[in-house]
T-cell receptor, first 117, second 115 residues
Framework: AQKITQTQPGMFVQEKEAVTLDCTYD???????LFWYKQPSSGEMIFLIY????DQQNATEGRYSLNFQKARKSANLVISASQLGDSAMYFC??????????????WGLGTSLAVNP | DTGVSQNPRHKITKRGQNVTFRCDPI?????LYWYRQTLGQGPEFLTY????????KSRLLSDRFSAERPKGSFSTLEIQRTEQGDSAMYLC?????????????FGPGTRLTVT
């Protein structure tokens, strides 16, 4: 069964420093997608970055990059130059494609990131 | 371009009452998802629509839950005879039918409190 594991319940980082949030996944499907979402205290899920299982290069979106290590089944999120507004919950999710063409997301438990001034 | 909207944002109801939530997806998105998120957890999949067809329901969705998407536009999620265990954030997301990543765009959620 597909599974996402985020082992860091909480992380702290100093403003302007980089931070890595860990994510490992388990799937037997050769075709899958990995996502990171940010959830501020307001509750809305904000899409950050996507990595496809067949993508050769690590995804980058501005200050966000995804360290994709397929053999290790890990998809860690790296946030560079942290800002106070980065304080939020961060969720790793995996998209599975089943017979019904339902691209539902399987989610980890999340990591709470606090950026200190 | 407006994003996904959900109404109401907050709902407090007494146990045993019925509640209905509405989701308006991004207009060109064919796929619509409902998720439920309880405190300290990641979202859990509830149900999925492609246009007006409900193609999958999670086993989490008991007979008290029903979802519709008439005409393939907005969707409603109804919970009948609410229980305290239904207290959660209900998230709606939409995604395009084509594209390299099919990322899901989420609304602000409806927070349900059952007293």
């Amino acid at each position: 069964a597909q599974k996402i594991t985020q082992t860091q319940p909480g992380m702290f980082v100093q403003e302007k420093e980089a931070v890595t949030l860990d994510c490992t996944y388990d799937t037997s499907d050769p075709s899958y997608g990995l996502f990171w979402y940010k959830q501020p205290s307001s509750g809305e899920m904000i899409f950050l970055i996507y990595q496809g299982s067949y993508d050769q290069q690590n995804a980058t979106e501005g200050r966000y990059s995804l360290n994709f290590q397929k053999a290790r089944k890990s998809a860690n999120l790296v946030i560079s130059a942290s800002q106070l507004g980065d304080s939020a919950m961060y969720f790793c999710a995996m998209r599975e494609v089943n017979a019904g063409n339902n691209r539902k997301l399987i989610w980890g438990l999340g990591t709470s990131l606090a950026v200190n001034p | 371009d407006t994003g996904v909207s959900q109404n109401p944002r907050h709902k407090i109801t007494k146990r045993g009452q019925n509640v209905t939530f509405r989701c308006d997806p991004i207009s060109e998105h064919n796929r619509l998802y409902w998720y439920r998120q309880t405190l300290g957890q990641g979202p859990e999949f509830l149900t999925y629509f492609q246009n007006e067809a409900q193609l999958e329901k999670s086993r989490l969705l008991s007979d008290r839950f029903s979802a519709e998407r008439p005409k393939g536009s907005f969707s409603t999620l109804e919970i009948q005879r609410t229980e305290q265990g239904d207290s959660a954030m209900y998230l709606c997301a939409s995604s395009p039918i084509q594209g390299p990543s099919y990322e899901q765009y989420f609304g602000p959620g409806t927070r349900l409190t059952v007293t």
